[in-house]
């Protein structure tokens, strides 16, 4: 697709409130009646009571207003008009569909006049993690309460109260809160008044936010205890959490501030506002929630306990932090004109995120982890036909919670990082600090962007990343030689079905050869085809495309430099982001069929000596790509694999060890883990063997275990345990406090062997884990190698009905992530027409991408099994009888 031909959904077309009046002034009143435990305790909603005043431009002449609404009774309604004459409501009608209530007056508002619209309400206090929601806790006495918060991202801000709730239309916000007197209020503000009502309660005003989208509101009555720091310029930065644990916030604080300092400076503006808290919300659906001045996080990604947390939980805490801190400016000071152009908060803050932690944690590369994780999920992803552009297309409010994905998050951190690479990284600081400048406190489109960055750079951005944002994937750069000896490049699109499609991107190219590797060169790639005669010298044995893998495509070369590339890569002479390039490329294009598998599998074992965290994170990718592909419905084909994983695996493994060791780095405390987890998983008897006698010690002393080597022993336990193990390990799961021990529990219960004990384990969660928490136990089952894939997809269609009911629909990103989950390693052709027949049949609204890219990532790899499975085999045998 050209990016000429790509036209944007116009305002008329997208389901926008009519702009008859705007908004200037909101001042929100919520009562969350807390009280009702018993029927909260049943399962039951409660309500909330509420009113808003609504100070109103009036555009156009008007006695109709219309606003979004959804799940709220209006109870009264009426306009007070400059004169002070209050004119009542003479009708109200709702429309389901559209989420809005629209209002008639039996006069109308004058054009530049303003009015404020009052509302009294009643709403419902859902368990959905989404709107205005209770969460469940259990105080240290052991009584269980209810606490009240809030998710509005992106449409949910009008389950909580009626209002105008699109990005673009911007207002500033009085809060007030009536709440038991025993409870903390929190909002985006600090408190300005706190008083009792003389009915049992106090009602605490916050202070008037800055102008902002209603999605970054929040809202907060619960039970907290509090640390507190300051940043550089004085300001307070605090961690909520529950009484007994909010001392596990010194690790998230330090981050926090030392994050909003880096900030400061590289964005060049201040933080605005007077405070930052970050929360640990008990019952949270997502990773956390940005919103502005009061940041909302699932406990784990929050509390760090020094004797309890894994390496993994500590790395992912930072990140998480940084990517929030990074929306106060990205997302909330600037904020995307419509959803089409969500990247621009998501994508940013993901870039930045890692830019932040890179500058805190020098010592851990996590450029590296970028390329390993992030960048490698938006290429698998973005390699289906049913994938979405960058700038995506939307027009129903229900269709938003679908991008939030790896396309909107990691591709655009991807995209973001290959261009600022181009530009370097001192004139793209200088493009984002007056891009932010310039629509500060406003709304902002990609276009917006692209031509701030080319006015600073000088550069053809527009042209360039228009291209990379506007059409769906990314391309296939292959090289060949014709007949002259000359190097042919040819671009396509690449699809892992192995389909050739047209596709044209000007390609940020760089690359380097073996006479001085760390030359890199860059060429622009325009043209469909292009022919390089000097790109490999006579002296030179390879030649490596996409260097340190900062562009987003891939790369296929003739097979001697395959060939060469591979021995390079034995030798040492690649670097590691080149050698993790090396074995994302070439495993991919076998999957799609662009590469014998035999060539990726021949890749493979020049990595016997890696030692690099992010290689081994792919090759283990990797390794599970082929066990679902080849070992899954073959017995024989899988022992074969699991001797072949296990003898790539055992030389690091021995290095590795069992044991921490005196100022190794954070890069080999992830690997350690990760490698032996494989070992486990691949059946190697001697590591089953120790990690099995490691969880017997940790049973009898869990401190005597390091937190980064529990979940390999609970894995090794159950994988290959019965009814004892699995009772241990449920038992762990009721006693543990913290958060991430209890969904370490999670992530290996459903491990276990036997088919009808994974059954019983989804049932038991079903109905007594947190309902943010059971995607991990849905995740471990999906994971068990013992019928798992069938046990999960089974429990998928007969619990569907109970899943909608729970979360809800219209997108929401639970749901999606429980198909994607259920469907992850079914593997046969049967499997992709069984999923598409049960969905055909049923209501799944917002749903409909996530269904569709099931199926085709299920049929990719029965593809990939009928193409190479003789040839997969046949390579193996002769490995391993060499």
């Known amino acids: 697709m050209n990016s000429s031909n790509w036209q944007e959904t116009s305002k008329e077309e997208r389901h926008l409130l009519p702009s008859n009046v705007r908004p200037k002034h909101y001042k929100v009143t919520l009562e969350p009646l807390l009280e009702n435990s018993e029927a909260a305790m049943e399962g039951k909603d409660t309500n909330f009571l509420g009113s808003v005043d609504v100070l109103l431009k009036i555009v156009e002449t008007t006695n109709w207003i219309t606003l979004h609404s959804k799940d709220l009774e209006l109870t009264k309604v009426y306009c007070i008009q400059s004169s002070s004459e209050t004119v009542p409501v003479s009708s109200i009608s709702y429309d389901k569909e559209q989420q809005t209530v629209s209002l008639e007056f039996p006069t109308s508002f004058e054009a530049s006049s303003e009015v404020v619209l009052h509302i009294d309400f009643i709403g419902r206090l859902n368990d959905k993690m989404i709107g205005f929601y209770r969460a469940r806790y259990r105080t240290k006495q052991g009584e269980t309460r209810f606490m009240a918060t809030t998710h509005f991202e992106p449409t949910d801000a009008r389950r909580a109260f009626p209002c105008w709730d699109e990005p ?13 007197t025993d409870r903390d209020c929190l909002s985006n503000m600090n408190v300005i008044s706190e008083e009792d009502n003389n009915a049992g309660k106090k009602v605490v005003r916050f202070e008037k936010t800055p102008i ?4 970054l509101l929040v809202f907060i009555v619960g039970e907290f205890d509090y640390i507190e720091g300051h940043t550089s310029n004085g300001l307070p930065l605090r961690v909520y959490a529950s009484k007994e644990s909010a001392h596990f916030g010194e690790f998230a604080l330090n981050v926090g501030i030392r994050t909003l300092d880096y900030f400061t400076d590289f964005f060049g503006i201040s933080y605005p506002l007077p405070k930052m808290d970050f929360v640990a919300i008990p019952d949270f659906g997502t990773g956390a929630m940005e919103n502005w001045g009061c940041i909302t996080f699932r406990e784990m990604f929050l509390l760090v306990d020094p004797v309890n947390t894994s390496s993994e939980i500590r790395t992912a805490v930072a990140e998480v932090v940084a990517h929030e801190l990074a929306h106060q400016w990205f997302g909330n000071l600037v904020t995307m004109e419509w959803w089409t152009h969500l990247w621009l908060n998501e994508g940013f803050a993901t870039w930045a995120s890692y830019l932040a932690v890179d500058h805190l944690f020098p010592d851990w590369e996590v450029w590296k982890d970028f390329v390993s994780s992030t960048f490698a999920s938006a290429m698998k992803l973005d390699a289906l036909e049913s994938s979405h552009p960058i700038e995506v297309d939307v027009k129903r409010a229900s269709d938003v919670d679908e991008i939030f994905d790896a396309i909107s998050y990691n591709k655009g951190a991807s995209v973001i990082r290959m261009l600022a690479d181009y530009m370097s990284l001192s004139s793209f600081q200088q493009g984002l600090q007056t891009y932010l400048r310039r629509f500060l406190y406003k709304n902002a489109t990609t276009y917006d962007l692209w031509e701030t960055l080319e006015q600073v750079s000088g550069k053809p951005i527009v042209r360039i990343m228009s291209l990379w944002t506007r059409q769906t994937g990314y391309p296939l750069i292959e090289i060949k030689l014709n007949e002259n000896e000359e190097f042919v490049l040819e671009q396509q699109r690449y699809l892992a079905s192995g389909k050739r499609e047209n596709g044209q991107w000007i390609v940020i190219m760089r690359y380097a050869v073996s ?4 030359q890199v060169k860059c060429h622009l790639m325009e043209d469909p085809q292009e022919i390089l005669n000097n790109l490999l010298g006579k002296q030179d044995k390879w030649l490596k495309v996409n260097a340190s893998q900062s562009g987003v495509y891939r790369v296929n070369y003739p097979q001697f430099i395959w060939e060469a590339l591979s021995e390079a890569t034995k030798n040492g002479e690649l670097d590691a982001m080149d050698r993790l390039g090396l074995s994302m490329d070439s495993f991919a294009l076998a999957r799609s069929g662009f590469l014998p598998t035999s060539t990726a599998l021949l890749l493979m074992c020049s990595f016997k000596n890696e030692t690099e965290y992010a290689c081994w994170v792919n090759l283990l990718s990797n390794f599970e790509g082929l066990f679902v592909a080849f070992g899954t419905n073959d017995e024989q084909c899988c022992q074969l694999l699991n001797r072949f994983f296990c003898d790539i695996l055992r030389g690091i493994a021995s290095q590795l060890g069992w044991k921490r060791k005196e100022n190794e780095t954070h890069s080999i405390s992830l690997l350690r883990p990760k490698v032996l987890q494989a070992l486990v998983d ?3 008897p001697h590591t089953i063997d120790i990690a ?17 080597l529990r979940i390999v022993a609970m894995a090794a336990a159950i994988s290959y345990g019965g009814r004892q193990e699995y009772e241990k390990v449920k038992e762990m799961h009721e006693t543990f406090t913290l958060n991430e021990e209890k969904i370490r529990c999670l992530r290996v219960l459903g491990r276990i062997p036997d088919p009808q004990l994974c059954q019983e384990m989804l049932e038991w969660s079903w109905k007594h884990v947190r309902p943010g928490d059971f995607m991990f136990a849905l995740y471990s089952a999906a994971m068990n190698r013992c019928k798992g894939p069938q046990v999960v997809w089974h429990y998928m269609q007969t619990h569907w009905k109970d899943m909608v009911e729970r979360y809800g629909t219209g997108g929401n990103h639970m749901l999606t992530n429980l198909i994607q989950l259920s469907t992850r390693r079914l593997s046969s052709k049967e499997d992709a027409q069984q999923v598409k027949a ?5 209501q799944a609204e917002g749903c409909e991408r996530v269904i569709k890219q099931s199926i085709e990532e299920i049929n990719v790899v029965a593809s990939w099994n009928q193409r190479d499975r003789e040839n997969v085999s046949n390579w193996l045998n002769k490995y391993l009888n060499e």
Not at 169 to 179: D, G, H, N, Q
Not at 212 to 215: D, I, K, L, Q, R
Not at 515 to 518: D, F, G, I, L
Not at 692 to 708: A, T
């Open 168 to 180: 673009a239309i911007k207002a500033t916000f009085e809060v007030t809160l009536i709440a038991p």
């Open 212 to 215: 902002m989208s209603t999605y």
């Open 515 to 518: 006479s001085c590797p760390s």
């Open 682 to 684: 691949y059946q190697d």
């Open 692 to 708: 099995k006698k490691l969880f017997i010690q940790y049973v009898e002393d869990p401190n005597s275990v390091e937190p980064d």
């Open 838 to 842: 049960f969905f055909h049949d049923i």
